[in-house]
């Protein structure tokens, strides 16, 4: 087995803004035919209410508060599409407005053997500074915020815990967090922008930082 | 349980919540799971939940885009509550108990991919198509492939045309009863292009031209 190896993984889009949960339902996207209509119609819906609208499709799951909607599915399959559903939604949508967005990776590393788990905590966490003030000291998650490299304002944020699904395992969550600047009147362009250009580098860039901090060293 | 914040907890996701407690303003959290979980939309109950779980939304102050807080054992929990600093109008926040979802990803087999490609439809012929494939895996060079269109699912037919965006993913589907190899065919569903957008790929398309010099 190599030193680590990906084994469960899940890729999500996460908006701020102003929405109304009531129109993102599976039939409505089943009508605008951003997803299949069969797909809307086998759709298995959570919650409908006017705060909280929430369901799945056997690609996607979608979950909308008046403030936040997240588009996310755990297939890779999807990932390009889970991209596509979210522009087409803001495309119908454009006069949403859309604050903030997070394009964000989650990923879960099966590591070789204990040994090499201990290492990764033990790596970016030396237990010498937390040796005299707690007994067994280990890492329970670490956060690492980064400044973007690119036109847009955010950070992009890296945290590292044991998994909770794979033993011996990494957990590994990178929001690739924008700020929009989104000015009055228009929408959700600013969010369409941002996503258009900038999801093939988040995603290369997600798993860059995901199989560095899983290396081995 | 109108009235009373409600929150779900599971005793088996026992996560630290210093970091998260840390990060947040005017928390929500209750005293009494300050050292537990979060793992979902809301924080989870203490008393024993009943049937329908109704719970008060907690993702009224979230101003972080972040999917998880902490992976509390399941990877896509949606986002924890009240991480920073948007405070939202008083008229926002909302007040109605409604019921929560518990994870953010619909739970599937394994899909282990292979190669993957992003295709552009050139030729569609009676009962086939012929397509570009640009490989999103590796660095193999474009190449050109004939689909049945048996092979495109009934709904997506209308959407083969000339110019028409698919993905094909290939690989391996995990389930209790075995492994799969799986083809997959997706076609883009996109609504038309804005102005603006299509303004951004002219100014693209501009930038690649002067790149490699063709007039």
Redesign the interface.
């Known amino acids: 087995m190599p030193f680590s190896q990906l084994?469960?993984?899940?890729h999500?889009i996460?908006?701020?803004g102003?929405f109304n949960p009531q129109i993102f339902q599976p039939s409505w996207f089943g009508n605008?035919?951003?997803?299949?209509?069969?797909e809307a119609q086998s759709a298995?819906i959570?919650?409908v209410?006017?705060?909280?609208v929430?369901f799945?499709?056997?690609?996607?799951?979608i979950?909308v508060?008046?403030?936040?909607v997240?588009f996310?599915?755990?297939?890779?399959?999807?990932y390009?599409?889970l991209r596509?559903?979210a522009?087409?939604t803001f495309?119908?949508l454009?006069h949403t407005p859309v604050e903030?967005?997070?394009i964000?990776r989650?990923l879960?590393y099966r590591m070789e053997s204990e040994e090499a788990w201990h290492s990764i905590g033990n790596r970016l966490a030396p237990k010498e500074p937390w040796a005299s003030l707690l007994q067994e000291p280990g890492l329970?998650?670490l956060?690492i915020q980064g400044a973007r490299a690119d036109i847009f304002k955010g950070a992009i944020?890296a945290?590292v815990?044991p998994?909770?699904?794979v033993k011996p395992g990494v957990?590994i969550?990178i929001?690739d967090?924008?700020d929009l600047d989104t000015e009055p009147g228009h929408g959700a362009?600013k969010m369409?922008?941002a996503l258009?250009?900038s999801w093939k580098t988040s995603l290369e860039r997600s798993l860059k930082i995901a199989e560095g901090i899983v290396a081995r060293q | 349980m109108s009235g009373v914040a409600v929150h779900k907890y599971d005793p088996a996701?026992a996560?630290?919540l210093s970091?998260s407690t840390n990060s947040m303003e005017n928390s929500r959290i209750p005293k009494s799971v300050t050292s537990k979980v979060f793992s979902g939309?809301v924080w989870h109950q203490t008393t024993p939940p009943n049937q329908f779980q109704h719970l008060q939304?907690q993702?009224?102050g979230?101003?972080?885009?972040?999917?998880?807080?902490?992976?509390?054992?399941?990877?896509?929990h949606?986002?924890w509550p009240k991480f920073n600093t948007?405070s939202?109008p008083e008229q926002?926040k909302?007040t109605?108990p409604?019921?929560?979802?518990r994870?953010?990803?619909?739970?599937?087999a394994?899909?282990l991919?292979l190669q993957?490609w992003?295709c552009t439809v050139l030729e569609v012929k009676e009962d086939a198509f012929t397509a570009r494939l640009i490989d999103q895996t590796g660095s193999n060079p474009d190449e050109e492939a004939e689909f049945s269109l048996d092979e495109v699912?009934t709904?997506?037919r209308d959407l083969v045309e000339a110019g028409a965006v698919f993905?094909w993913?290939i690989?391996y589907r995990d389930r209790p009863s075995g492994r799969e190899r799986i083809s997959?065919i997706?076609f883009?569903?996109?609504?038309?292009w804005?102005p603006?957008?299509l303004r951004?790929a002219a100014q693209e398309a501009a930038r690649v031209r002067e790149k490699i010099g063709w007039k």
């Open positions: 084994e469960i993984e899940g999500s996460v908006l701020l102003s605008e035919g951003l997803i299949r209509k069969e298995k959570e919650v209410h006017r705060e909280l929430s799945s499709t056997e690609s996607f799951r979950e508060f008046p403030e936040r997240l996310a599915t755990s297939q890779p399959q999807f390009d599409p596509d559903l522009l087409g495309r119908v454009r903030k967005m997070g964000n989650d879960h329970k998650g956060s944020i945290r815990e998994s909770g699904r957990f969550t929001n967090h924008y362009d369409l922008e258009e250009i | 996701q996560v630290d970091v939309s939304i993702a009224a979230s101003s972080n885009t972040m999917t998880t807080l902490s992976q509390s054992n399941d990877v896509g949606s986002l948007m939202l926002l909302p109605s409604v019921r929560v979802p994870k953010t990803y619909a739970t599937e394994r899909f991919q993957k992003e699912d709904e997506d993905y993913s690989g997959t997706r883009r569903r996109l609504p038309v804005t603006k957008e951004i």
